[in-house]
């Protein structure tokens, strides 16, 4: 039987995954499809609640995503993920994504992503995470901002439930 683990480091949980764009996953512009990044940052994202949660974890948002810069054909794309925060059953993951140059031996940043993943059991039913101990400033910062916009979060929740109850059961938003 595992041992209940009440918190967990941001690092305990860090997750990586880099892909070199292929044209399959590109426009007529050979930039890479917005949608396949999403799902590129879901994956990695899920891979970092999944280690914090040491559970099955479910993706419930997708907010504050940016599409800072175009990534091209043949460009190598490296996301990072990392826990922000856990709140009961769920946590903000953060997501960064850069391209690296590979000549220059150079980063840039073309996207940033923060989502919401719950954990569950195998009937998906809600589990408990453990709680995350910011360590260094830069992730305290981060751990403060991520309750600051769950909060945002379940204010745009409640305008959404009103806004769907006056519209009436023909209309979905």
């Known amino acids: 039987m595992s041992e209940l683990v009440l918190e ?17 996953d590109s426009n007529a ?3 890479l499809f917005g949608g396949r990044l999403m799902q590129y940052i879901d994956l990695v994202g899920a891979m970092a609640a999944s280690r914090h949660a040491r559970a099955f974890t479910v993706t419930a948002s997708m907010d504050h995503l940016d599409f800072v810069a175009p ?4 460009e190598l794309l490296i996301l990072k993920a990392s826990v922000n925060r856990a709140f ?22 073309v996207s940033s992503a923060y989502l919401t993943f719950v954990a569950v059991d195998r009937e998906g039913s809600r589990l408990v995470v453990p709680q995350v101990v910011p360590e260094t400033e830069h992730q305290k910062r981060r751990f403060e901002d991520a309750g600051r916009r769950r909060e945002m979060r379940a204010g745009e929740t409640q305008r959404k439930k009103e806004m769907r109850a006056s519209l009436g059961a023909g209309w979905h938003v």
């Not at 949980?13 to 292929?22: G, K, T």
């Not at 990534?71 to 043949?74: A, F, K, S, Y």
């Not at 009961?88 to 940043?109: A, F, K, P």
């Open 29 to 31: 512009l050979g930039s």
């Open 71 to 74: 990534v091209r054909v043949g």
């Open 8 to 24: 967990r480091t941001v690092a305990e949980s860090q997750s990586e995954r880099s892909e070199i764009v292929l044209p399959a």
């Open 88 to 109: 009961r059953t769920s946590m903000e993951i953060g997501v960064r994504v850069m391209v690296e140059d590979v000549r220059e031996q150079r980063l840039r940043h």
